[in-house]
Structure formats: structure tokens, C-alpha cells
């Protein structure tokens, strides 16, 4: 088992699809020293992609799809994953997209450590539905992003509430805003976890910044009214 008070060099950025969690990260990781950004999904097709890998089946079975694949598998990876950093390295790395649920939480923390802190970027269903539309990725398709949002709902927002209960720094940020309204907003929250930990609010709140409050879930229909012409 990890010391679960090793704090690893890893933010969680988690958000309903839409919430531009892979832009703002990507555009973090180029444009602020020392940032990188990882994505969980990469991995997962990565693995997939090995033939002598024991995941490959339950990655071609789940990940296409949008569901969950096992605390077991997300955490081999990631542990695979981390032991080839370099030694000494100085970089503090966005972990897009995990943990998805309380179990890979869970997981993260019994066989890896602590991460630093968690960014849970938070968006009004209608800006995520207008988004979603203007993408063509196959996870997109009306049913698919329907059932990743309510996965996010139902999964991925318990397991925000019990990060926040082991001791991760939490901190909701809106993602509302677009171009660089919306990288100002995320830039700053970013900066004062990388650089000084110690300015985080007890509240879990960036000190100075306008977060959203947690919005109103269990709506899980949003995507129906909006969306229904893209079948």
C-alpha cells in the first residue's frame, strides 16, 4: 500500500463533457512551465494498443462507449505510467478525466499517494449541450454524451465529494467562459495551486475568484431537448 501522505506531483481536472477540461489543460501544459498534461483516455487507448496486454478486452468493451472501466485496470495504468518519470523531474502533471468514480479514487490513493489538489471545472447543462454540438467526435452522439454526463452526475461528483473528504484540496472553477476569459479564469486558479498551495481557502475556494456555485444536478434529461436533432 502507498503512504497515502506521499503528495504526488498530479491536479485532478475533472467536468462534465463539455466543460473543456482537455483545452485547458493542453493549453496549460504549452503555454506555463513545468505543466504537463496527461490524459487518461490516451492511456487507456495506449494500453489497448498493446498485444500482450490483460486490459485489452475491458478497454475495447467500455471505453468506446463511455463507461467506467475498473479501479484495477485505471490504477495499473497509471501506476505504469508513473514509474517511467524521471527522477528528480519538476513538472506538475494535469491528470485529465480520473478519477471517474469513488472506487478509482479510492485505488489512486491506496496504491499511489495523495494527489496535490482537484480543479472541478463547472458548467450550466445549456453552454455544455451548445458545445457538444459543435464537436464531431464519436463520443459526442446524443446517447453517448447523454449517458457520460449522467455518469458525471452520478459517479464522477460523489467522487469530488469524497476526495474532499480524505483531504484533497478541492476548487470549482467555472468553465463558462470561452477563449481567453476562460483561460484567464482556469490560468489563475492553476497558478495558485502550483506555485503556493497555501493560498487555498479553507473553503476549497480560490481566494479572489468567482467560482460558480455546484450546479443543480439530477437533470439528467438536458440532453434531450437540446440535442435531439444531431440523431
Not at 489543460?25 to 506555463?32: D, F, G, W
Not at 484495477?72 to 471517474?100: C, I, K, M, N
Request: overall charge negative; aromatic content about 6%; proline content about 6%.
Amino acid at each position: 500500500m502507498a503512504d497515502q501522505q506521499k503528495l504526488l506531483p498530479i491536479i485532478f481536472v475533472l467536468g462534465p463533457p463539455g466543460a473543456g477540461k482537455s483545452y485547458l489543460c493542453n493549453r496549460a501544459a504549452k503555454e506555463m512551465p513545468n505543466v504537463g498534461h496527461i490524459v487518461m483516455s490516451d492511456l487507456l487507448r495506449a494500453e489497448m494498443d498493446k498485444p500482450d496486454s490483460p486490459w485489452v478486452q475491458e478497454i475495447k468493451a467500455k471505453l468506446p462507449f463511455g463507461v467506467l472501466v475498473s479501479s484495477e485496470l485505471s490504477t495499473a495504468v497509471l501506476q505504469a505510467w508513473y514509474s517511467r518519470l524521471p527522477q528528480g523531474h519538476t513538472t506538475t502533471y494535469l491528470l485529465d478525466g480520473f478519477p471517474r468514480d469513488v472506487e478509482q479514487a479510492g485505488g489512486f490513493a491506496e496504491k499511489l499517494g495523495s494527489a496535490k489538489a482537484t480543479i472541478s471545472l463547472t458548467c450550466a447543462p445549456n453552454v455544455l449541450s451548445e458545445r457538444l454540438q459543435k464537436r464531431a467526435r464519436v463520443d459526442d452522439d446524443p446517447n453517448i454524451a447523454k449517458d457520460r454526463y449522467n455518469g458525471h452526475v452520478g459517479a464522477t461528483v460523489p467522487a469530488i465529494d469524497h476526495l474532499k473528504e480524505i483531504g484533497t484540496h478541492v476548487v470549482e472553477v467555472s468553465s463558462e467562459a470561452e477563449g481567453e476569459e476562460g483561460w484567464q479564469i482556469f490560468r489563475d486558479a492553476l497558478l495558485v495551486m502550483v506555485v503556493d498551495r497555501g493560498k487555498l481557502s479553507n473553503s476549497g475556494a480560490i481566494d479572489g475568484l468567482n467560482a460558480l456555485p455546484k450546479q443543480q444536478i439530477g437533470e439528467s434529461d438536458w440532453l434531450d431537448s437540446d440535442m435531439q436533432h444531431r440523431k
